[in-house]
């Protein structure tokens, strides 16, 4: 008896799946509440959010020159409220009733945070732009405890005699790296930022430049062939 209770149910099944009865009544649509998307005040709980970037001394200059250009793409873009405060010596970003997006404030601050470690502002920008891309940081020492002259020289074949090392390692990587003293920034989607860091991590372990070039080589033509 259950074989045939199941073929039949299997019938009348497929029988509606090809008639869709709601489909010729105009649908079940209309019955159900339609709700608006949340705008980012109300998921917040009508809360302004605040977050406050210290800004080191050395790259105080270069903020005040590139202010606009940070600030522009904050305000008209993100729809974020900014400020410098001199007093704490921070830059301040706070979400108004304008903020559409969730992520605008971490994305904002994101892109402060890496015009602070030193990279240009039009690499910056794409922090806000783009959303797999994420800044990682490490020091020489994290990777071998160098001192004294080892530590220069193993900065100084990271950058390569006029920074050709480094831009080798940024093209082949798509990446943008800043060497600042010991510390090392790099900006990129999260698989390039690995290649980029293993080839840094070569160099400071001491393998000579032409060795790497020849394995960034060859990543380098794997990424194209991949887009």
């Known amino acids: 008896g259950t074989e045939e209770t199941s073929t039949v149910e299997g019938d009348t099944y497929r029988s509606t799946s090809h008639s869709h009865p709601y489909e010729e009544e105009g649908g079940d649509d209309d019955d159900k509440p339609q709700f608006d998307a949340l705008t980012n005040a109300e998921m917040n709980g009508g809360k302004t959010e605040y977050r406050r970037v210290q800004v080191p001394a050395h790259r105080f200059t270069p903020l005040k020159a590139h202010w606009m250009d940070i600030y522009e793409p904050l305000v008209k873009h993100m729809k974020l409220q900014v400020r410098m405060n001199l007093k704490t010596k921070s830059v301040e970003l706070r ?133």
Do not use: W
């Open 95 to 227: 979400t108004s009733e304008h903020t559409d997006q969730v992520s605008a404030l971490q994305k904002g601050s994101d892109f402060v945070k890496a015009f602070l470690m030193g990279f240009e502002v039009q690499d910056a920008i794409a922090l806000i732009r783009l959303d797999d891309l994420y800044v990682d940081t490490f020091e020489v020492k994290d990777v071998k405890p160098l001192h004294g002259d080892h530590l220069s020289r193993a900065i100084g074949r990271i950058a390569g005699k006029a920074g050709k090392t480094k831009f080798a390692i940024e093209n082949a990587t798509r990446t943008r790296i800043v060497l600042a003293d010991s510390k090392i920034h790099m900006l990129g989607s999260f698989s390039n930022i690995k290649i980029a860091r293993d080839a840094i991590c070569d160099l400071i372990l001491g393998s000579p430049p032409g060795k790497v070039y020849t394995k960034l080589r060859t990543i380098a033509s794997r990424l194209k062939e991949r887009f």
